[in-house]
């Protein structure tokens, strides 16, 4: 079996935040890059769990980005990739991201492909049922546990007011979230394994971008806070009704 994960470079969740270019660009300058945890927790996780079931499944790893997202690619060789590609593309644009990894899986022959349901700075959940499209296979979305049955594969996700069970053939799409897999962090052996597992760069091909960045905005600073004395609850209520707004 051949599992592709897509691999995708996020901020830190506590770094600062911070534009720049009036407003239009993400200022870099000091932030502190991780690989995206859902791609990481549950979608690599879990091809890494397939994999140690049958010892004959090849993972491999793509991203879309420059030579700065290398350090992040090769932490995930170091945790069970077997060979990564990165596509020489800087964009936020998640058609065009997703076209470059669809060409990628067109010639590749394989049987999964596992995404994270978002990243956590766009948020966009939107790559994977795009590869998906492009690719003609079934998409299953919000994934929190994947088994091989027979061939199969039996996807349990997450619905309003519930779960449903899906049962699909193979090759198909899976988007991952929490309850898939559960976080790992890179053995020495793993790391120093990583330095020499193959990473391809190939160029990337003609797509069209279907969005740009007008402006990015911080949300508003947060209210202060106001005390009220438990002497008077009649302002309690007033102020939960007139400025919280709350009933």
């Not at 492909?113 to 979305?141: C, H, Q, R, W």
Request: charged share 25%; net charge negative; proline share 5%.
């Amino acid at each position: 079996m051949k599992i592709l994960v897509c691999i995708s470079k996020t901020p830190d969740t506590t770094a600062k935040i911070a534009f720049s270019d009036n407003n239009t660009k993400f200022a870099a300058d000091g932030v502190q890059w991780i690989i995206n945890p859902y791609d990481e927790w549950y979608a690599l996780v879990r091809a890494i769990e397939l994999k140690e079931a049958d010892p004959s499944t090849v993972i491999h790893l793509v991203t879309v980005g420059g030579a700065d997202t290398e350090p992040i690619i090769r932490k995930a060789l170091a945790l069970g990739g077997d060979e990564a590609i990165r596509i020489n593309a800087d964009s936020q644009d998640s058609f065009y991201i997703a076209s470059q990894i669809a060409e990628v899986a067109k010639t590749g022959g394989y049987d999964l492909i596992f995404t994270g349901k978002e990243t956590i700075d766009y948020n966009g959940s939107s790559i994977g049922g795009m590869v998906a499209e492009l690719l003609d296979l079934p998409y299953v979305s919000h994934a929190i546990k994947f088994d091989l049955i027979d061939g199969a594969a039996v996807i349990v996700r997450e619905i309003d007011g519930g779960e449903e069970t899906n049962k699909v053939g193979l090759p198909l799409t899976v988007s991952c979230q929490k309850g898939m897999a559960e976080q790992r962090i890179p053995n020495m052996k793993g790391i120093m394994g990583a330095r020499s597992k193959p990473l391809k760069v190939q160029e990337p091909v003609a797509a069209d971008a279907l969005t740009a960045v007008v402006s990015f905005d911080l949300p508003p600073a947060k209210a202060g806070v106001k005390l009220v004395s438990p002497d008077t609850p009649e302002e309690l209520v007033r102020l939960l009704h007139e400025e919280a707004k709350a009933f």
